[in-house]
């Protein structure tokens, strides 16, 4: 025992204030390290009454009184250690954000320092390591500690998120989210906020975490698709992973399965919105002068590198041609005569739909 803690007990024994025999107790606690877990209540509770951190080794917390969240780590010297941190977050230069931020919303006075057990500077580590574990203070509702293993001072060891869920529907446990996510294609801000559970999304490009707030059956499947080919594809299974895959658009084949829209890159349904038969129109002259019946305006202009929207813009008066294309009105007997002249041919690759053939007057 030293001097200054010999002091310490004679001066706390002169007191004029009778002491009752617990609180001798845990004044006896201070200065003697606990040797058994049964005494670390009594150490805690002798740290919340008073101000004064021993310069022994340790593990320690940082508690928050007004959220109740901890900050866990262990020291060489409790006191020294404890110094430190006030010394960086009053100057606002604490390494761990969260508990700076903390810091600074509620104030100095709303954070106290408790020894949780005493420990050989040897076994700092390994003791650290077990009351990280049994806090669970990386989980951002319980602590402020950002990284799951314990490590000296300066010594950054990347978190373990755990929860995940990848677009297979398998368990993933991510070391280190911030470089996962660039290696990825991931976006970690989105990624974060899964597993924070502070998401409005059910997932992000296929991936889960249990802490999501919207809850739902895993994935859904989807049956009754037709390829571009006209052969009924097989169920899908997380429709928005199969999209990326094959370049389609996930919000468009919902629309599709649901019947808002005929069809999205040749994919339609079967129990779809049936598609209107192929609107004739009978007005365009080509660039050549040539008066034209076109069937199926979208498969022409697409055989034919024309905008679907600018031909109907020149159909409508909005625009006065496209790519040398124009629009005149023709009367019934004109039609008639260029339909006894013109033959509609059917192209393979439109199926049943004729391609227009030009004729001039």
């Known amino acids: 025992m030293t001097a200054a803690t010999t002091d310490m007990i004679i001066r706390q024994m002169a007191s004029p204030t009778p002491r009752s025999s617990a609180e001798a107790q845990i004044a006896v ?46 020291a060489v010297n409790l006191r020294e250690r404890w110094d430190d941190h006030r010394r960086a977050l009053r100057r606002r230069t604490h390494h761990n954000a969260h508990l700076q931020s903390a810091w600074t919303v509620y104030g100095e006075e709303s954070f106290e320092f408790e020894v949780l057990e005493y420990a050989p500077e040897v076994q700092l580590l390994n003791i650290e390591q ?33 929860g995940f869920r990848d677009p297979n529907g398998n368990s993933v446990s991510i070391v280190n989210l911030a470089q996962f996510c660039r290696r990825g ?51 899908i299974t997380n429709l928005a992973e199969f999209c990326r895959s094959n370049g389609l658009d996930n919000t468009h084949m919902v629309a599709v399965a649901n019947g808002r829209i005929v069809s999205h890159r040749g994919w339609t349904h079967m129990r779809g919105k049936m598609r209107q038969p192929a ?35 020149v159909k409508s008066g909005k625009r006065p041609s496209h790519k040398g294309w124009t629009w005149r009105d023709h009367n019934e007997s004109e039609v008639a005569q260029w339909r006894r002249v013109t033959e509609i041919h059917k192209s393979p690759h439109l199926g049943n739909q004729p391609l227009p053939a030009t004729t001039r007057s």
């Open 29 to 74: 606690s201070f200065f003697e390290p606990p040797r058994h877990p049964s005494a670390q209540l009594s150490v805690m509770a002798m740290e919340k009454r008073t101000s004064v951190v021993p310069g022994t080794s340790g593990i320690y917390q940082i508690r928050c009184i007004r959220d109740g969240k901890i900050y866990v780590g262990s």
């Open 185 to 235: 294609g991931l976006d970690f801000p989105s990624m974060h906020r899964l597993a924070r559970g502070v998401s409005k999304l059910k997932s992000y490009k296929g991936w889960t975490h249990e802490n999501s707030v919207r809850k739902r059956d895993y994935v859904k499947s989807y049956d009754g698709f037709v390829d571009p080919q006209g052969k009924p594809a097989p169920t």
């Open 279 to 313: 609107r004739e129109y009978t007005g365009f002259v080509a660039p050549g002068g040539a008066f034209t019946i076109i069937t199926n305006l979208a498969a022409f202009c697409r055989a034919c590198g024309l905008c679907v929207a600018h031909m109907h813009e």
């Open 130 to 162: 077990k009351w990280i574990d049994r806090t669970d203070c990386t989980h951002r509702k319980i602590g402020y500690n950002t990284c799951a293993l314990a490590s000296s001072q300066g010594q950054k060891t990347p978190l373990t998120w755990r």
